[in-house]
Each structure stands twice: as C-alpha cells, then as structure tokens.
C-alpha cells in the first residue's frame, strides 16, 4: 500500500476553521469569520460544506469592502455574506455538480454553474475542491459571493 493510500483512509482531524487556518490561503476568511462570530459554529459538529473564498478573492473586493464590513456596526451584513458561504450537510464537489441552486445557511440560494471541467457557485470558480476536515469540506472559490438585498 502506498503512502498516499494509507492518507486517504485517516480521518481529518482538524475542523472547518483550523483546516482552512492550516492551509494558508484563507487568512482573510478566518478574520472575517471570527468578526462575524462564526468561527465557534463551524468549529461545532455540523457537518458544513464552505465555499472559501481565498485571499485573492478578498483582494478583488472594491476597496473598502472588507473594512466596512468588519466594522462592528456592519456585524450583521458580514454575517449574512460569511453564511451565504456555508451550505448545511458534507457536500462534496460531485455533490455539488447536482445541484442547481442550493440555499446556503443564510438562507438565500447560490446558483451553481457546470461549464466542462470549471464548477462555479454564485458565480465563484471553485478553484480547489474537497478539503476535508472532521466537520465538513471546503471548496475554495476565487471570488467573495455577496447575496442580494431585498
């Protein structure tokens, strides 16, 4: 058997919050999930399917974006935007490809989009699929998905 084998079998044991931490391209998604006070919910049992975006995505916000947003009297819309980033259950990207319009944990649906190869949600590339952690999967995307307002 194989070192990677034996790798696939292990169980993650790091959650959503410390894989995404570990992995190095979503510093500026740990911060705004801990200003949104998710950071404990998806470090809880879930299981939680997050769309990542990276830094990158982040850096393509119009200037100013995220500042406002992590002031403390925007709390509410930076959680609505970091929940439309969380879809309840283990969605993997196959799962994923299924579905049409998923609605994410903020409560609004995000359109997915299967163009050959390329897997997209809320019009976000996925760019990296299937994380694993012990509470869910990550699938990373190259743009911060914003719901509409009503």
């Known amino acids: ?28 998604l740990g911060k705004a999930l801990e200003a949104a006070e998710l950071t404990n919910v998806l470090k809880g049992s879930g299981p939680y399917t997050v769309f990542a975006p990276t830094d990158a995505a982040f850096d393509k916000l119009p200037k100013g974006t995220l500042e406002n947003w ?7 819309e930076l959680i609505s935007v970091m929940k439309y980033h969380v879809l309840p259950g283990r969605t993997s990207a196959v799962e994923v490809e299924k579905l049409s319009a998923p609605k994410m ?9 299967k ?14 699929r299937d994380i694993a952690s ?5 699938h990373a995307i190259d743009t911060v998905i914003v719901p509409t307002k009503h």
């Open 1 to 28: 058997m194989s070192n990677h084998d034996s790798n696939s079998t292990r169980a993650p044991t790091k959650n959503l919050v410390d894989t995404a931490a570990a992995n190095g391209s979503f510093h500026t």
């Open 134 to 138: 012990s509470n869910g999967i990550i």
């Open 115 to 128: 163009d050959g190869d390329k897997l997209s949600i809320g019009g976000a590339n996925i760019t990296e």
């Open 70 to 76: 992590l002031k403390p009297e925007n709390k509410a």
């Open 105 to 113: 944990m903020q409560g609004q649906t995000a359109p997915v989009r």
